[in-house]
């Protein structure tokens, strides 16, 4: 591990080790034998189709990068299911780095350049994000069974910056796929004088990242990505409707706007993971369930351990035995994959 992982490895253990104790610090009478009774009463059955709902998504995402693929490579999508189960495999088990492989295998399998297919993962996550966006702002706008919960308020203003947030990267998003060329030569020009350095790998990652986006390559392609990726955040949804309502008291009313909400502290949450044992997108998920959900604590806690079972790690299985037939390790592919972008820059 190198000593930059190591050292943000330990910021993160530390955080989340605050936030754990806060929360925890609150539950001075925690019911152990409470937890393992909801945990044991959940409906195995609905959890089992919040797993199946997940698994959908890999296929969906599978389809979405053939698309971001069209203009380079016509690719078959079974030989993009795989490097999706395995790839997010390598995220549960070895947290954000792993991101890097499953640019790395369809990169080494269909013979195109790493950087292009991590161009392409950029361009993914924006869609992703900007489509998770557009669902919590309109859920906080205007789904009326919110406006009765706790920090609705905040929630809403939260939702607003995020909408301005979004619109402003959408903007420079915009201009780096219209005039790639000329936004690195403005950045160049404004940073190297100062700092020579960042200015050249901020150009070098600029043009890559354009050339990314011109995978989007006519407005056909955009509807379909766009599409896409709201049906893919809107299956996430529905499995997490499937989770709560495994569960009796007031999670099994939940709504899907109200899903929404408690996807979004998990998303919020995941910035801070450790590998295997996640971390923050169960506090996240936890805390909002006690707070706004008024979920007693057992409760609040079975729930939030399976939803990040269901959403994070119930790949795994799935993904390993995917990685042992065709022979790949994971470790090995992402530390290939990190030595080949070190290489590339």
Same mark, same amino acid.
């Given at each position: 591990m190198s000593k930059k992982r190591l050292a943000i490895s330990l910021v993160i253990v530390a955080v989340l080790a605050a936030l754990a104790y806060l929360q925890f610090r609150t539950w001075r009478h925690f019911r152990w034998?409470?937890?393992?009774?909801?945990?044991?009463?959940?409906?195995?059955? $609905?959890?089992?189709?919040g797993v199946a709902l997940i698994y959908w998504t890999y296929y969906l995402r #599978?389809?979405?990068?053939? /698309?971001?693929?069209?203009?380079? $490579?016509?690719?078959?999508?079974?030989?993009?299911?795989?490097?999706?189960?395995?790839?997010?495999?390598? /995220?549960?088990? =070895? &947290?954000?780095? &792993?991101?890097?492989?499953?640019?790395?295998?369809?990169?080494?399998?269909?013979?195109?350049?790493?950087?292009?297919?991590?161009a392409v993962l950029a361009v993914e996550r924006i869609f992703d994000i900007g489509c998770f966006a557009l669902l919590l702002l309109v859920d906080l =706008?205007? #789904?009326?069974?919110? %406006?009765?919960?706790?920090?609705?308020?905040?929630? %809403?203003?939260?939702?607003?910056?995020?909408?301005?947030? @979004?619109? *402003? *990267? *959408?903007?420079? /998003?915009?201009?780096?796929?219209?005039?790639?060329? #000329?936004?690195?030569n403005w950045v160049d020009a404004k940073l190297s004088r100062a700092m020579p350095k960042l200015? %050249?790998?901020?150009?070098?990652?600029?043009?890559?990242?354009?050339?990314? =986006?011109?995978?989007?390559?006519?407005?056909?392609?955009?509807? !379909?990505?766009?599409?896409?990726?709201? #049906?893919?955040? @809107?299956?996430?949804?529905?499995?997490? @409707? !499937?989770?709560?309502?495994?569960?009796? &008291?007031?999670? $099994?009313?939940?709504e899907f706007s109200h899903v929404l909400l408690l996807m979004s502290a998990s998303i919020a949450g995941s910035l801070l993971q450790l590998p295997v044992v996640g971390g923050g997108s169960q506090l996240g998920t936890i805390g909002v369930l006690r707070a706004v959900f008024n979920v007693h604590e057992e409760l609040a806690a079975s729930c939030g351990l399976m939803l990040w079972l269901v959403t994070f790690v119930a790949v795994v299985p799935v993904g390993l035995a995917w990685a042992r037939l065709e022979h790949i390790s994971l470790t090995k592919s992402e530390k290939e994959a990190e030595q080949e972008v070190r290489h590339e820059q």
């Amino acid at each position: 591990m190198s000593k930059k992982r190591l050292a943000i490895s330990l910021v993160i253990v530390a955080v989340l080790a605050a936030l754990a104790y806060l929360q925890f610090r609150t539950w001075r009478h925690f019911r152990w034998d409470v937890f393992l009774y909801h945990t044991r009463e959940a409906n195995p059955w $609905k959890i089992a189709f919040g797993v199946a709902l997940i698994y959908w998504t890999y296929y969906l995402r #599978a389809i979405r990068w053939k /698309v971001l693929l069209r203009p380079t $490579k016509r690719v078959p999508i079974r030989e993009l299911t795989g490097p999706m189960f395995i790839g997010f495999t390598g /995220v549960a088990l =070895l &947290g954000r780095p &792993g991101d890097l492989i499953r640019p790395f295998l369809i990169s080494k399998r269909q013979e195109l350049s790493l950087p292009s297919q991590i161009a392409v993962l950029a361009v993914e996550r924006i869609f992703d994000i900007g489509c998770f966006a557009l669902l919590l702002l309109v859920d906080l =706008l205007f #789904a009326p069974s919110l %406006r009765e919960l706790p920090y609705y308020s905040e929630f %809403r203003f939260a939702g607003i910056m995020l909408a301005f947030v @979004v619109a *402003a *990267a *959408a903007l420079v /998003v915009f201009l780096i796929w219209r005039k790639t060329e #000329a936004f690195a030569n403005w950045v160049d020009a404004k940073l190297s004088r100062a700092m020579p350095k960042l200015a %050249r790998t901020l150009c070098e990652k600029i043009k890559t990242f354009g050339e990314g =986006l011109h995978t989007i390559h006519d407005l056909g392609s955009f509807f !379909q990505l766009l599409g896409l990726s709201m #049906a893919i955040w @809107v299956i996430i949804a529905y499995a997490y @409707v !499937q989770v709560t309502h495994a569960y009796a &008291g007031h999670l $099994k009313h939940m709504e899907f706007s109200h899903v929404l909400l408690l996807m979004s502290a998990s998303i919020a949450g995941s910035l801070l993971q450790l590998p295997v044992v996640g971390g923050g997108s169960q506090l996240g998920t936890i805390g909002v369930l006690r707070a706004v959900f008024n979920v007693h604590e057992e409760l609040a806690a079975s729930c939030g351990l399976m939803l990040w079972l269901v959403t994070f790690v119930a790949v795994v299985p799935v993904g390993l035995a995917w990685a042992r037939l065709e022979h790949i390790s994971l470790t090995k592919s992402e530390k290939e994959a990190e030595q080949e972008v070190r290489h590339e820059q």
